[in-house]
């Protein structure tokens, strides 16, 4: 899958959106960060259009969040008031902070004193706002999914010959069934 990406790449130099699928693939099966941040960089250079940007934005916005979490949980919230953006952004430039100033290191300890990260601790409030973070994103999952699935319903029955008027509304009522998904997933945990 990689080499497929890869090519794919290269062979439309133009393309923003691939390179975005191949960061999100880098990320999540190779877990290298620093190519997926090397093509999302290349993604944003290579001019994209309006809904591509977006996706950007929308991807560096649960980037950010992502480490901004990470970082909360690794070495407490005291950490994160010292230096509130220690992390490069993805798309280039520096988001704050001299590097190797009181940035972490691979264990995630403040280059400062191990001793005062492990007695700050993590607050309730660390760790109730890193749950909320991931049901937001298992819920934005979820609905991706169901999307997908309606989608490919929509098309598939819109391919054929005699396409049913009935099932073409059916799933072209996305909307409904992410709802009526997400409805019964917090009664489900309200139980």
């Given amino acids: ?5 890869q090519r794919a790449c290269e062979r439309y130099p133009t393309s923003s959106f691939l390179c975005v699928i191949y960061a999100r693939f880098c990320w999540e099966h190779l877990l290298n960060e620093q190519r997926h941040n090397r093509l999302l ?4 250079h290579r001019s994209p259009a309006l ?11 649960d980037v950010d969040a992502l480490y901004k979490s990470a970082d909360m949980l690794q070495t407490g919230h005291r950490a994160q008031q010292q230096q509130p953006a220690r992390r490069q952004s993805v798309f280039g430039g ?3 902070g001299a590097p190797g100033a009181g940035s972490l290191s691979k264990s ?3 280059d400062g004193s191990y001793e005062e990260n492990i007695s700050c601790g993590i607050s309730g409030a660390d760790i109730a706002l890193y749950e ?3 049901a937001h994103l298992t819920a934005a999952t ?5 999307a997908t699935t309606q989608q490919h319903t929509f098309w598939t029955e819109l391919l054929l010959a005699e396409p049913q008027v009935d099932v073409l509304l059916r799933s072209g009522t ?6 009526s998904a997400l409805n019964r997933r917090k009664s489900g945990s309200e139980v």
């Fill in 1 to 5: 899958m990689e080499i497929l990406l």
């Fill in 41 to 44: 960089t290349e993604a944003q």
């Fill in 51 to 61: 809904d591509v940007a977006f996706l950007l934005f929308c991807y560096q916005q």
């Fill in 94 to 96: 520096a988001a704050g």
């Fill in 108 to 110: 995630g300890h403040d």
């Fill in 132 to 134: 909320e973070y991931q």
């Fill in 142 to 146: 979820q609905a991706v999914e169901i």
């Fill in 174 to 179: 996305v909307s409904l069934r992410v709802e």
